[in-house]
């Protein structure tokens, strides 16, 4: 799907008719409340937008607004690790399966398997961290960041940071039930801190589209051509985002949508969809399962309009 000027009227209606859908359906959500500075969100807001690697841009809402990036870090996180360190070495220390849990689960780690399931859950997330955290700086990966999604306002927000340290309990047992096991050999806060920082690198929807673009576009920057992720990597991160993106909502986000994903309980989501087409969403108001009501809504109504599932 590229943002051809034949098409831009149909594809701005599509995006108007999926913002409008997205509206309604985002009364059914509610802002996280556990990290306290994520409470102080506008659950009213609400902004979509896409860009292909033509530079075609569309937007509608609140696409300039800042909001931590949560969960979609591990996106980034991920992706470092595997040009890193190589596919094999990761894949020794955290699984690729969805966990049908939620995000910050403990409970299969401890109970049903040693590794955690993938990267895109905080046990896996935490895992990458620790193996980032001896071998890449917490700047490198703001840099790395900046760059993915061509932004170079991306900055750690502070008070997500600090509110994300104070309250980070349960994500600090998840690091030391995985040291307990052997699995995780770093320094605990270390580890955590950088987990921590990633979370709070505050984007924009546009942001997002930025990166979805370049993980679409095979790895490759199409404005300057500069390759982050190889092809492999790329295909197993796609893969990944569309097995466990969504949380426990993975199945039928990739039924209904069929688009690799990843979105976090700041209330963006990220997607990669064919074209190549980047996607950002931000919309704070939570589904049950922790992923933006009004963006699942939005990316249902825009898949179907736009034939994006991938296997249609
Ligand atoms: N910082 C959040 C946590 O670890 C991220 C959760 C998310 O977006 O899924 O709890």
Redesign the pocket.
Do not use: H, L, T
């Given at each position: 799907m590229a943002i051809k000027n034949a098409d831009r009227n149909f594809i701005e209606r599509v995006f108007e008719e999926a913002y409008q859908k997205g509206l309604s359906a985002a009364p059914s959500g509610h802002k996280?409340d556990?990290?306290p500075e994520l409470a102080k969100a506008d659950e009213n807001a609400f902004g979509i937008c896409a860009m292909d690697k033509n530079g075609e841009f569309v937007g509608i809402g609140d696409i300039d607004t800042r909001f931590?990036?949560?969960?979609?870090?591990?996106v980034l996180t991920l992706s470092a690790a595997i040009e890193i360190m190589g596919f094999d070495e990761v894949f020794s220390n955290v699984m690729f399966e969805p966990s049908g849990d939620g995000?910050?689960s403990i409970v299969k780690l401890d109970t049903v398997s040693n590794l955690p399931y993938n990267p895109m859950?905080?046990a896996g997330?935490i895992q990458i961290a620790s193996m980032l955290a001896d071998n890449v700086s917490f700047d490198n990966l703001l840099d790395f960041a900046r760059e993915f999604c061509h932004d170079s306002k991306i900055e750690l927000n502070e008070p997500v940071y600090r509110s994300?340290c104070e309250t980070?309990d349960?994500?600090r047992a998840i690091a030391y039930l995985l040291k307990s096991k052997g699995v995780l050999k770093t320094d605990i806060e270390k580890t955590c801190d950088l987990?921590?920082k990633m979370?709070?690198l505050n984007v924009t929807a546009r942001s997002l589209a930025g990166m979805g673009l370049i993980i679409s576009n095979d790895g490759v920057n199409p404005f300057t051509e500069r390759r982050y992720i190889s092809h492999e990597n790329v295909r197993t991160l796609k893969s990944i985002m569309f097995s466990c993106g969504m949380?426990d909502r993975s199945g039928e986000f990739s039924v209904k949508v069929g688009v690799p994903a990843k979105?976090?309980?700041?209330g963006g989501i990220v997607c990669a969809a064919r074209g190549p087409l980047g996607i950002g969403i931000y919309g704070p108001a939570l589904d049950c399962k922790?992923n933006s009501a009004a963006g699942v809504a939005a990316m249902e109504h825009i898949s179907s309009s736009l034939n994006l599932h991938i296997f249609d």
């Open positions: 996280a556990y990290i931590s990036m949560q969960s979609i870090s591990k995000f910050n859950i905080n997330a994300e980070g349960r994500n987990y921590f979370c709070s949380y979105s976090g309980v700041g922790g």
